[in-house]
C-alpha cells in the first residue's frame, strides 16, 4: 500500500500563490504516474496535472501557464506550484499515484483545501 499525504493549501487573495505538497510513503516501489485533482463544492473530481517518473507533465487547460506540477522520487515528493491563483481554483486538492504492480488501482490522499475568495 501507498499513503499519500497532501499539505500547503490555504486561504489565498485572487492572484496569489500557493504551493501544494504530496510526501508518499509505505509501498513507493509501486508509484508509477502521479498526480493532482481537485474537487470544487458541489462538482465533480477534475484532473488538474500529472507527471511521470520520468518527469513528463500533463495540465488541465484552465491551469496552463498557472501551475506547475513537480516531483522528486528520490524524496518520494510532489508539488504543485500555484500562481496567478483565481476564485475558481476554489476546491480540494487530492494527490493521486498510479499503482505498477495493479493497472487501473489509484492511490489517493485525504486531500488540502484551497480558498481563493471572489
Known amino acids: 500500500q501507498v499513503q499519500l499525504v497532501e499539505s500547503g493549501g490555504g486561504l489565498v487573495q485572487p492572484g496569489g500563490s500557493l504551493r501544494l505538497s504530496c510526501v508518499a510513503s509505505?509501498?513507493?516501489?509501486?508509484?508509477?504516474?502521479m498526480g493532482w485533482y481537485r474537487q470544487a463544492k458541489g462538482k465533480g473530481q477534475l484532473l488538474v496535472a500529472t507527471?511521470?517518473?520520468?518527469?513528463?507533465?500533463n495540465y488541465a487547460d484552465s491551469v496552463k501557464g498557472r501551475f506547475t506540477i513537480s516531483r522528486d522520487n528520490a524524496e518520494n515528493m510532489m508539488y504543485l506550484q500555484m500562481n496567478s491563483l483565481k476564485p475558481e481554483d476554489t476546491a480540494v486538492y487530492y494527490c493521486?499515484?498510479?499503482?505498477?504492480?495493479?493497472?487501473?488501482?489509484?492511490?489517493w490522499g485525504k486531500g488540502t483545501r484551497v480558498t481563493v475568495p471572489s
Open positions: 509505505g509501498s513507493i516501489f509501486d508509484i508509477n504516474t
Open positions: 493521486n499515484a498510479a499503482s505498477i504492480t495493479y493497472p487501473g488501482k489509484m492511490y
Open positions: 507527471i511521470t517518473r520520468g518527469g513528463s507533465t
